[in-house]
């Protein structure tokens, strides 16, 4: 056995020549950043935080956020909940409000909303039944729509047309087909009279001829389809780590609605500043072509204002279709304190 004794100045040299290999790493940058994490779908509505992660905004603020990506709306809070993840950013379902009721979750600021002028969702008719007389969304009342799941945005989306038209849920026949592949099939196979189709879905649907769009969501009913979120007990016992997510998010926030969200006088949308930049980070992140991701590009609210009144609509309705507990205060599942 050969035995190599080391000299403290060969030891503290020996160190200091790790510590400067280490400097250039993202490890040894990382150091000094808070860890935190939040849950995302893989889609074009979470931008934002693509963008925020992608140039460097949470760094700014001085931490570390890891990206725990999901599959479907639901998954993103119940790992709020669980405490696997710190923030979540989705759209908002009858499982997101029974989580507030629990005080497992928080809104503190938007995500995407369906808006006037910005296609998202089409309500898209087979061609049976627009040949029998389904030409409008308002003529939707007594038809089979295929969703996804009962509680489901698409769920909402249904129920809010009700309103503006004069007729409830009951009126219809919600087909749950699971999953969006599904309802194309059910839609395909003539199961169903309608759906309310992501926009890629709708093009594609009327252009081979087997189906019609009548309409946007966003034209019919403007509604706050997604927000950014967080435990109660994150507020309480971390907020400066709360303020500071949020600040790095409300900067990518206005980036994204500069650079996507601007309209010419026609009302058209143009191309704003650092568009194709964007573009590519969230293609990138969502494993997608962009031209696929422009096709599909939500709005934003650039300062992260609620669109208060539609989520206290939203809980009213899970309400009264059984969803969510008739006790939950609908103010109680939003912080407004975080966005000015």
Request: overall charge neutral.
């Amino acid at each position: 056995m050969t035995v190599v004794r080391w000299s403290r100045r060969l030891v503290l040299g020996a160190m200091g020549v790790a510590a400067l290999a280490l400097a250039g790493t993202p490890a040894a940058e990382a150091q000094g950043l808070e860890k935190t994490s939040i849950g995302v779908l893989a889609l074009a509505s979470s931008g934002p935080i693509f963008i925020a992660k992608s140039k460097g905004y949470f760094e700014k603020e001085g931490l570390d956020v890891d990206l725990k990506m999901f599959t479907s709306a639901q998954q993103v809070p119940v790992a709020v909940a669980s405490g696997d993840v710190d923030f979540g950013v989705t759209g908002l379902t009858a499982g997101f409000y029974n989580l507030a009721a629990k005080g497992a979750v928080t809104m503190i600021a938007a995500q995407s909303r369906d808006e006037p002028g910005f296609q998202l969702s089409a309500y898209v008719a087979t061609k049976a039944a627009h040949d029998a007389g389904l030409t409008k969304p308002a003529d939707l009342k007594g038809k089979r729509i295929a969703i996804t799941t009962v509680g489901s945005t698409f769920h909402y989306m249904v129920g809010l047309l009700g309103q503006k038209h004069g007729f409830t849920v009951k009126d219809v026949t919600m087909v749950a087909m699971q999953d969006v592949p599904k309802m194309v099939a059910a839609f395909k196979g003539g199961q169903v009279d309608a759906v309310i189709a992501p926009v890629t879905v709708a093009r594609q649907l009327a252009a081979e001829g087997s189906g019609t769009i009548l309409g946007w969501v966003g034209d019919e009913t403007p509604w706050q389809l997604g927000a950014l979120f967080t435990s109660p007990k994150t507020v309480a016992q971390r907020r400066p780590l709360a303020e500071k997510f949020v600040s790095a998010y409300l900067t990518a926030l206005a980036e994204y609605h500069a650079a996507f969200n601007a309209k010419d006088a026609s009302g058209a949308i143009v191309k704003g500043p650092g568009y194709d930049e964007l573009l590519a980070i969230i293609a990138e992140a969502t494993k997608q072509k962009p031209e696929v991701v422009a096709a599909g590009l939500p709005y934003v609210e650039p300062k992260g204002k609620l669109l208060v009144d539609d989520v206290v609509n939203q809980v009213k309705f899970w309400q009264s279709e059984g969803q969510v507990d008739k006790a939950l205060d609908a103010k109680s599942v939003m912080d407004l304190t975080f966005v000015k």
